[in-house]
């Protein structure tokens, strides 16, 4: 996609976080302005080694992004993009011309996705989980001196008793901003920035607003402060009509450091949900918990373990616990029936292994309870990422969308053929399909390993073979396009403004 040199000044910020600041530094007001604006030094095309900076993204990675988007039924609703306007004398491009190749760009990914437009609307209520890696889910092969071991007994028995279970999923990053991009924008992790924390980002493809277009109520529930990780603002700016924060809970069971407890929010969901199903509308509800986060508190009474101890084995049995009683509890309610409930990690506990990105630690759960969805699998044991989970619940519910996701419907054969898995870490971003994995580092670095992921004995390839040098064009088609939608405010569909 085209950018003029003179304003494009997006750029990596190679893992500096935001304006140089850490992650759970100083964090903005609460009058909550836009995230400052991203700079630093040269663009991610000059990473991948794919173009001079100002230049135009090559055609043919359009042209590959669109081929690895396409999927049985999908119907693209723009033909292939044509060659970009060049550069003149002066080494700019005419702003017209740019802008509508821009828009033409776009087109040509944005896509109808097949379904019925006569099945039922049905509710979607996704709780994503701190920190609550596959390492911890006995039904994911935990084990403790050679021996099988859990700490999620109440997950595991929702599991036995039919719940579907994503057994080889993976995170696109080791940071809550990096799992709520990837579940509800569906959008590959970009080095340096997520998009939660970048200054255009005030009208960017979201879930909520693909299931708002359906009419669709939309609200996110977070347990703490929205201003961390900029959730407010990107709540409120893309699709989600209400923000319900740590502010919002007056007599709280009990606080964290982070903010209300698991239990707290969602005894408060279950009230929401409740008025919500009350309207007659069908609706969306997004949850952010916090209490399996360092230092480790929870009530008191509710697991045999001490909160006292401050243990991350203790912290993450209570999380268990909390979402046991939420599923219990929901139960009981008359939306139970029509609502599809998901349970799935933002990332895991910690990043530990020998690669640059070590993908054994990126191995997260998700299980979806849907009662009204009676064939759906057991298990869906094809290779994913946070990136194909709104794909591959809009795909359940299979009603018809537009969609400029980067994800896939794996429920679907063809939709599980086509992903790539994307990931984040440091100053480091890379692409994994099949035993292969690409890296792409600083200074055009790029490293290729292959093997078995989940037993964390993958090895670098001094020599790619073909499988790895086809997957590595794919990550650099992927994350160039992805950047290049970003920058030029393109990662939406025409008519969208901002807001709802």
Not at 83 to 103: C, F, H, N, V, Y
Not at 123 to 131: A, H, K, R, W, Y
Not at 261 to 270: A, K, V
Not at 413 to 439: E, F, P, W
Request: net charge neutral.
């Amino acid at each position: 996609m085209a950018v003029r040199a003179s304003h494009h000044p997006l750029v990596l910020r190679l893992g500096l976080g935001i304006a140089g600041r850490p992650r759970d530094g100083p964090q903005p007001t609460p009058t909550d302005p836009a995230p400052p604006a991203t700079g630093g030094v040269g663009t991610l095309r000059q990473r991948l080694g794919c173009g001079p900076a100002g230049g135009l993204v090559a055609q043919p990675q359009l042209s590959g992004l669109r081929s690895l988007l396409t999927e049985t039924g999908v119907k693209f609703l723009g033909p292939e993009v044509s060659a970009a306007p060049q550069p003149g004398p002066d080494g700019s491009i005419d702003a017209e011309a740019e802008s509508r190749w821009l828009d033409t760009a776009r087109d040509s990914l944005r896509r109808t996705i097949p379904g019925d437009p006569a099945k039922p609307r049905l509710n979607l209520c996704i709780i994503t989980e701190e920190s609550l890696g596959s390492e911890f889910w006995g039904c994911l092969g935990r084990e403790k001196d050679g021996r099988p071991d859990t700490l999620t007994p109440r997950m595991d028995r929702l599991v036995q008793d039919g719940a579907t279970l994503f057994t080889h999923l993976l995170a696109d990053g080791n940071r809550t901003i990096r799992g709520l991009e990837a579940i509800y924008s569906s959008f590959p992790p970009l080095p340096g920035d997520s998009i939660l924390a970048r200054d255009k980002t005030e009208n960017v493809e979201t879930l909520a607003r693909v299931l708002g277009r359906d009419g669709y109520s939309t609200l996110f529930l977070y347990a703490g402060h929205g201003t961390f990780d900029y959730i407010r603002s990107y709540s409120q700016r893309n699709g989600w009509e209400r923000l319900v924060e740590e502010s919002d809970f007056t007599h709280p069971a009990f606080r964290t450091a982070w903010g209300v407890s698991d239990e707290d929010l969602f005894h408060r969901g279950i009230e929401e949900m409740r008025t919500l199903h009350h309207t007659g509308k069908p609706f969306l509800t997004t949850f952010m918990t916090v209490s399996n986060h360092r230092p480790f508190t929870y009530p008191t009474g509710r697991i045999p373990e001490d909160p006292a101890a401050h243990q991350r084995d203790h912290a993450v049995r209570y999380a268990d616990w909390a979402l046991g009683d939420f599923f219990e509890r929901a139960r009981s309610e008359p939306f139970w029936t029509n609502t599809v409930f998901v349970v799935i990690a933002d990332h895991g506990a910690r990043v530990y292994g020998s690669q640059t990105i070590p993908l054994r630690s990126y191995q997260i759960p998700c299980v979806v309870v849907a009662p009204a969805l009676r064939n759906l699998p057991a298990r869906i044991d094809a290779e994913a990422s946070q990136m194909d989970i709104a794909p591959t619940l809009l795909g359940m519910i299979g009603r018809p969308y537009e969609s400029l996701f980067f994800g896939h419907n794996v429920l679907e054969t063809s939709g599980a053929k086509q992903a790539r898995c994307l990931m984040h870490h440091n100053r480091s971003i890379a692409v994994y399909r099949d035993r292969h994995q690409v890296v792409f580092g600083l200074n055009k670095m790029i490293e290729h390993w292959a093997g078995e992921p989940s037993s964390g004995t993958m090895a670098r390839q001094p020599e790619p073979d073909a499988a790895a040098l086809n997957l590595s064009a794919d990550g650099i088609a992927l994350f160039q396009v992805a950047d290049e939608l970003y920058t030029a405010r393109r990662f939406n569909q025409p008519t969208q403004t901002t807001g709802r």
